[in-house]
């Protein structure tokens, strides 16, 4: 699936990184908690995220995510978009929960980034 | 880079700066990469010097940030003269943390710094002291998994 797919999917809007859409979209992390997201994730992965500070561009950055899509409608900051424009990091934007967010994207065929998972491969 | 040449960063860090916080590694990050160092370890390199960052920024009052780049291996060295860790062993288990309400408010303080850290290096060290600081030592061989 691409990234312009998860737009589809979650009706929601590109706040940067409009042009790297086409950015193939293999896992998924849900979390407020950027800890798990540096311990747990995979390269490539997309997260679904209700934080909206710049250490989730940080993490973002030395995680090596796909992109980001920020839950329940919010919408960050100026310097956090300019932070990820900088860093070549799509952000979107769902009115969903992260709970419906990550359940919509499961259902579409997005695997999570768990190692039980990694062993079906 | 030629066999005994090594290339060096070192970056001073504000504690309580989460404007600039991961902006150390950040720069270390760049640099690996321009080197040309393979994506899969300097992703490795990233997650546990900006663990580590995280950790001096929240728990020490700052630090220093120092990375020495090889031909075969990248070391990362964090230091900070904070109030040093009283049992270290706790300190490494996964979920462990005294890490204050403003930090979890960021995303942190799940007590996986420490874990990740080891993790993530191939050879790990940590030299604490009470009263005196902390030193966090990571060796990542520069050994790719990437086809
Ligand atoms: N540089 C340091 N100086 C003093 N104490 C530290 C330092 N680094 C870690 N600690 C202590 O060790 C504990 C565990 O650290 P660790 O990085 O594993 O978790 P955390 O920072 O609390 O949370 P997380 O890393 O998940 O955001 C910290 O809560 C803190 O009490
Ligand atoms: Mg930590």
């Known amino acids: 699936m691409q990234l312009k797919d998860v ?52 993490t973002a950055d030395m995680t090596d995510l796909c992109a980001l899509v920020i839950v329940r409608g919010k919408i960050p900051g100026g310097e956090i978009l300019e932070a990820a424009a900088e860093n070549g990091l799509p952000v979107l934007a769902t009115q969903h929960t992260l709970f ?22 | 880079m030629s066999e005994n040449k090594s290339v060096k960063m070192e970056f001073e860090v504000a504690g309580g700066d989460f404007e600039r916080a991961g902006e150390a590694s950040a720069k270390i990050k760049r640099m690996l990469q321009r080197l040309g160092i393979a994506a899969d ?58 890490a204050p309400e403003y930090a979890r408010q960021m995303g942190f303080g799940a007590g996986m710094g420490l874990p990740n850290m080891v993790k993530c290096s191939d050879k790990f060290d940590i030299q604490s002291e009470v009263g005196v600081g902390t030193t966090i030592r990571m060796r990542f061989e520069h050994i790719s998994e990437d086809l």
Request: net charge negative; with cysteine.
């Open chain 1, 100 to 121: 419906e967010a990550c359940g919509i994207l499961y259902q579409a065929g997005i695997k999570g980034c768990s190692k039980k998972e990694d062993d079906h491969e």
């Open chain 2, 41 to 98: 370890i300097v992703r490795r390199i990233a997650i546990g010097t900006y663990e580590a960052e995280m950790n001096v920024i929240i728990h020490a009052g700052g630090g220093k940030v120092a990375a020495e780049v090889f031909t075969d291996a990248t070391e990362i060295t964090v230091t900070d003269a904070g109030p040093g860790i009283p049992d270290i062993d706790k300190a490494l288990q996964e979920g462990w943390s005294t």
């Open chain 1, 7 to 58: 737009k589809e999917l979650l009706r929601a809007k590109v706040l940067t990184g409009e042009g790297l859409l086409d950015r193939e979209v293999e896992t998924c992390c849900g979390s407020d908690l950027m800890s798990d997201v540096l311990a747990f994730t995979k390269r490539r992965t997309l997260l679904c995220t209700g934080l909206t500070n710049l250490q989730v561009i940080r």
